[in-house]
Protein backbone atom coordinates (compact mmCIF):
# COMPACT_ATOMS: atom_id res chain seq x y z
CA UNK A 1 0.00 0.00 0.00
CA UNK A 2 0.81 3.37 -0.56
CA UNK A 3 0.37 6.69 1.99
CA UNK A 4 0.58 8.92 -1.60
CA UNK A 5 -3.10 6.95 -1.97
CA UNK A 6 -5.63 9.28 -0.56
CA UNK A 7 -9.16 7.56 1.11
CA UNK A 8 -11.87 10.31 1.98
CA UNK A 9 -14.14 9.60 5.08
CA UNK A 10 -16.95 12.46 4.95
CA UNK A 11 -20.25 14.28 6.50
CA UNK A 12 -21.90 17.28 5.92
CA UNK A 13 -23.39 19.11 8.14
CA UNK A 14 -26.54 21.21 6.77
CA UNK A 15 -29.25 23.08 8.26
CA UNK A 16 -31.86 24.82 6.11
CA UNK A 17 -34.32 27.36 6.83
CA UNK A 18 -37.74 28.03 5.21
CA UNK A 19 -40.53 29.87 6.45
CA UNK A 20 -42.84 26.83 6.34
CA UNK A 21 -40.71 24.52 8.38
CA UNK A 22 -36.95 24.41 9.81
CA UNK A 23 -34.41 21.61 8.54
CA UNK A 24 -32.80 20.91 11.51
CA UNK A 25 -29.48 18.60 10.69
CA UNK A 26 -29.06 16.78 13.61
CA UNK A 27 -30.18 13.17 12.22
CA UNK A 28 -29.37 13.60 8.44
CA UNK A 29 -26.16 15.73 8.97
CA UNK A 30 -25.13 16.15 12.89
CA UNK A 31 -25.50 12.27 13.62
CA UNK A 32 -22.89 11.45 10.61
CA UNK A 33 -20.82 14.54 11.25
CA UNK A 34 -20.17 13.33 15.43
CA UNK A 35 -19.56 9.93 13.99
CA UNK A 36 -16.85 10.95 11.76
CA UNK A 37 -15.24 13.29 14.38
CA UNK A 38 -14.84 9.68 16.84
CA UNK A 39 -13.46 8.21 13.82
CA UNK A 40 -10.72 10.35 13.19
CA UNK A 41 -10.12 10.62 17.11
CA UNK A 42 -10.18 6.83 17.75
CA UNK A 43 -7.32 6.33 14.31
CA UNK A 44 -5.16 9.62 15.30
CA UNK A 45 -4.72 8.20 18.51
CA UNK A 46 -3.50 4.88 16.93
CA UNK A 47 0.37 4.47 17.29
CA UNK A 48 0.98 2.62 14.19
CA UNK A 49 1.53 3.33 10.34
CA UNK A 50 -1.51 3.34 8.06
CA UNK A 51 -1.34 2.29 4.44
CA UNK A 52 -3.47 5.25 3.24
CA UNK A 53 -3.41 9.26 3.78
CA UNK A 54 -6.74 9.21 5.40
CA UNK A 55 -8.85 12.85 4.68
CA UNK A 56 -11.80 13.45 7.03
CA UNK A 57 -14.03 16.10 5.17
CA UNK A 58 -17.00 17.94 6.28
CA UNK A 59 -19.27 18.99 3.89
CA UNK A 60 -21.83 21.86 3.80
CA UNK A 61 -23.84 23.52 1.43
CA UNK A 62 -24.76 19.65 0.36
CA UNK A 63 -28.69 19.88 0.85
CA UNK A 64 -30.85 22.15 -1.84
CA UNK A 65 -32.26 25.57 -1.16
CA UNK A 66 -35.54 23.84 -2.63
CA UNK A 67 -37.85 22.52 -0.21
CA UNK A 68 -37.70 19.42 -2.37
CA UNK A 69 -34.81 17.94 -3.96
CA UNK A 70 -36.26 17.21 -7.18
CA UNK A 71 -37.79 20.90 -7.67
CA UNK A 72 -34.08 21.77 -8.07
CA UNK A 73 -33.22 18.81 -10.21
CA UNK A 74 -30.39 19.50 -13.11
CA UNK A 75 -31.81 17.45 -16.30
CA UNK A 76 -28.40 17.78 -17.94
CA UNK A 77 -25.01 18.57 -16.08
CA UNK A 78 -23.48 18.32 -19.11
CA UNK A 79 -24.82 21.52 -20.63
CA UNK A 80 -22.69 24.22 -19.76
CA UNK A 81 -25.71 26.49 -20.43
CA UNK A 82 -27.71 24.91 -17.50
CA UNK A 83 -27.56 25.94 -14.55
CA UNK A 84 -25.81 23.35 -12.14
CA UNK A 85 -27.64 21.96 -9.84
CA UNK A 86 -28.45 23.81 -6.13
CA UNK A 87 -27.35 21.19 -3.97
CA UNK A 88 -23.47 19.01 -3.46
CA UNK A 89 -21.77 22.69 -3.35
CA UNK A 90 -19.10 21.68 -0.71
CA UNK A 91 -18.36 18.74 -2.35
CA UNK A 92 -18.75 20.08 -6.01
CA UNK A 93 -16.24 22.80 -4.60
CA UNK A 94 -13.99 20.13 -3.08
CA UNK A 95 -13.84 17.98 -6.11
CA UNK A 96 -12.73 21.54 -8.21
CA UNK A 97 -9.86 21.55 -5.64
CA UNK A 98 -8.18 17.75 -6.03
CA UNK A 99 -8.49 18.59 -9.48
CA UNK A 100 -6.92 21.80 -9.32
CA UNK A 101 -4.01 20.08 -7.03
CA UNK A 102 -3.78 17.29 -9.50
CA UNK A 103 -5.13 14.93 -6.86
CA UNK A 104 -7.78 12.69 -8.19
CA UNK A 105 -5.81 10.05 -9.32
CA UNK A 106 -4.50 9.58 -5.76
CA UNK A 107 -8.07 9.34 -4.23
CA UNK A 108 -8.82 5.20 -3.87
CA UNK A 109 -12.39 5.13 -2.06
CA UNK A 110 -14.49 7.43 -0.31
CA UNK A 111 -17.07 6.71 2.19
CA UNK A 112 -19.68 9.63 2.64
CA UNK A 113 -22.06 8.59 5.77
CA UNK A 114 -24.99 10.65 6.10
CA UNK A 115 -28.28 10.39 8.18
CA UNK A 116 -26.82 7.59 10.29
CA UNK A 117 -28.93 8.48 13.76
CA UNK A 118 -31.74 7.25 12.83
CA UNK A 119 -33.19 4.79 15.05
CA UNK A 120 -34.54 2.61 12.81
CA UNK A 121 -32.02 3.03 10.74
CA UNK A 122 -31.58 0.49 7.90
CA UNK A 123 -28.88 1.39 4.95
CA UNK A 124 -29.46 -0.30 2.00
CA UNK A 125 -26.44 -0.38 -0.66
CA UNK A 126 -26.22 2.45 -3.38
CA UNK A 127 -26.34 2.32 -6.97
CA UNK A 128 -23.59 4.51 -7.42
CA UNK A 129 -21.03 2.68 -5.04
CA UNK A 130 -17.87 1.14 -5.23
CA UNK A 131 -18.78 -2.18 -5.44
CA UNK A 132 -15.37 -3.95 -3.39
CA UNK A 133 -15.88 -0.82 -0.68
CA UNK A 134 -19.74 -2.06 -0.36
CA UNK A 135 -19.00 -5.09 -0.12
CA UNK A 136 -16.09 -4.69 3.07
CA UNK A 137 -18.34 -2.36 4.49
CA UNK A 138 -21.60 -4.30 4.42
CA UNK A 139 -19.30 -7.64 5.98
CA UNK A 140 -18.02 -5.61 8.36
CA UNK A 141 -20.94 -4.83 9.67
CA UNK A 142 -22.16 -8.52 10.00
CA UNK A 143 -19.42 -9.71 11.27
CA UNK A 144 -19.57 -6.81 14.31
CA UNK A 145 -23.25 -7.22 14.74
CA UNK A 146 -25.28 -4.80 12.40
CA UNK A 147 -26.09 -6.55 9.70
CA UNK A 148 -29.65 -5.80 10.42
CA UNK A 149 -29.01 -2.24 9.85
CA UNK A 150 -27.07 -2.65 6.46
CA UNK A 151 -29.27 -4.49 4.31
CA UNK A 152 -28.91 -5.80 0.65
CA UNK A 153 -31.86 -3.81 -0.46
CA UNK A 154 -30.77 -1.07 -3.24
Not at 40 to 55: D, M, P, S
Not at 84 to 105: A, H, I, M, W
Request: hydrophobic share 40%; glycine share 8%; net charge neutral.
Amino acid sequence: MNRANIVIISSHYDTKLFKEFKFVGANDGGSSTGALMEIARVLAAKKQNLKFTYRFVFFDGEEAFCANWDDCHNPNPADPKTPLPDNTYGSRQYVSQLVEKNEVSRVKAMILMDMIGYKELRLGRADLGTTWLTDVVWQTAKQIGYGSQFVDAR
